[in-house]
């Protein structure tokens, strides 16, 4: 692993096994070890950590806020967008290890490949140094988005959710269309239906689709105000 990149971290792994690892694609990952040395594991560990360092720091920086506030935000500041986002920015794309075949395909420069990896480069951080280090890494690279926006933002889900609840219209209602593609590079339509009104959104992930038909319907809506509005 480049040193470039530990640099840019922050921190030099005692363990650099784990760096390799939080680093290793499935798709690269042996399977005589029953893919136990992907990425898999530390980014399930990863997830917990970034969300107990997030709630803290939220805690601490807004403390004014109620719960329903503080947990928009930290459903915004723990998505895989912004885990895409802070991968990118410290170039942990190159730093992945995924076969040349599938590098060619694009994989490498996937949002999800790369949130999935970001996570598990917090559980590596953790695992061999403690979650000061851990928290240290959120902090620093986390500061932009905490900081972007003075209210609590929300997601086109939630977004939603608030629109329809708020009509007396009960919950959308979220169904599956369609899982294509192999394992390691799914894509999935998702259509959601409100107020007798559908719309279908795509992502590499059911709930990247979900997000994104949530959009969709809630842009529709807008159409047609601006549409009732100027008689068009």
Known sequence: MSSGFESRLGHRFRDPALLAQAMTHRSAADPKQGMLDSNERLEFLGDRVLALVMAEWLSERF?????????????VLVAADTLAKVGEAIGLPAALR???AEGRTGLRGRGTVIADATEALIGALYLDAGLEVARDFVRREWSVFLEADPTPPMSAK???????????????????VSSTGPSHKPHFLVAVKAEGREAEGQGDSK?????????????????KGVKDKTGK
């Open 158 to 176: 939630s977004r939603l959710q608030e629109y329809t609840l708020g009509r007396a219209e009960g919950l959308p209602e979220y169904r599956l």
């Open 207 to 223: 709930r990247a689709a979900e997000q994104a038909a949530a959009e969709a319907w809630l842009a529709q809506v807008q159409d």
């Open 63 to 75: 403390p004014r806020e109620r719960e329903g506030a503080l947990g928009k935000r930290l459903s």
């Open 98 to 100: 995924i076969p040349p």
